[in-house]
């Protein structure tokens, strides 16, 4: 009986599925870069500028859209249970981000919201252990990814706020700043009303803004605290095998790979001997 032979073709899924593995990092940061660069043009777009300039702006920001276009269907392509993949988290991010790319020319307004989730594409970044682990600890990408959920959350709410308000409101919310304050201003519980949404949308999102900030924000900053808190108790000791910084006090082996850890010996200086306790107090992050 035959046996199916693998596809070795130079264009093969699996070969491009390799070629993507072995330049991870590389892709990330660009992709990353081309996010902030989407990000600062929408807050500029919201400024009164010049017309050429926005003109240049819309430009930029259609190639980007188009290379992240690109990058999802190459990614759908490569993968080997697509329909998997098409339905993961990040996928579907990717996927919320350039909607705009299949209207095209269609003048659809709404369509413009989806533009202030692009944000979103950050959270891949965090994913790519290697690179991070080379150049600071885990439990730094945690209190990073939480900083990151947080500011993409307020992002997220300013930018849909702005976009059911401006037109109809522009007295208050002129800018993106002015929409980033309110969204702050209403998540945080503080309310000064000195901004309020007229529109129905404005006024739905306010609500969304104000459970959010009950129930999300708190959380996220107890788990802030909670990191914090448990980066203070923890040795620093990189492993050689596959460079993961922060282990327990009392770690022998990488609870990673379990690979051996370089510890230093205890202290033995005259009058200090032994003892545990000094021994993990030499120890412990600085």
Known sequence: MNQP???????????????LQGHEVLIDLSITGLVLCSIAIFVIQTYPIAPELRVILDR?????????????FLRLWAAERKWKYFFSVYSLIDLLTIVPFFVGLVDISFIRVFRWFRILRLFRFFENRSWFGRFTTNDTVIFARILLTLLAILFVYSGLIYQAEHDLN?????????????????????????????????????????????????????????????????????????????????????????????????????GLGTNPENTNAHRRLE
């Not at 032979?5 to 070629?19: E, I, L, N, Y």
């Not at 930029?60 to 999802?72: M, P, R, S």
């Not at 708190?218 to 808190?229: H, N, T, Y």
């Open 170 to 270: 522009s007295k208050n919310f002129q800018t993106f700043l002015d929409a980033f304050y309110y969204a702050v201003v209403t998540m945080t519980t503080v309310g000064f009303g000195d901004i309020t949404p007229i529109s129905e949308v404005g006024r739905l999102l306010t609500v969304l803004m104000i459970f959010t900030g009950i129930a999300l924000i708190p959380w996220q900053v107890g788990d802030l605290i909670r990191q914090l808190v448990k980066s203070a108790n923890q040795l620093r000791v990189v492993c050689t095998s596959c460079g993961l910084a922060t282990h327990d006090l009392d770690a022998r082996c990488c609870k990673y790979c379990g690979a051996p850890l370089p510890i230093p010996l205890p202290n033995t200086e005259p």
């Open 60 to 72: 930029i920001n259609l190639g980007i859209l188009v290379t992240f276009a690109i990058e999802y």
């Open 5 to 19: 032979q693998p596809d070795r073709s130079k264009f093969a899924p699996s070969r491009f599925k390799q070629w």
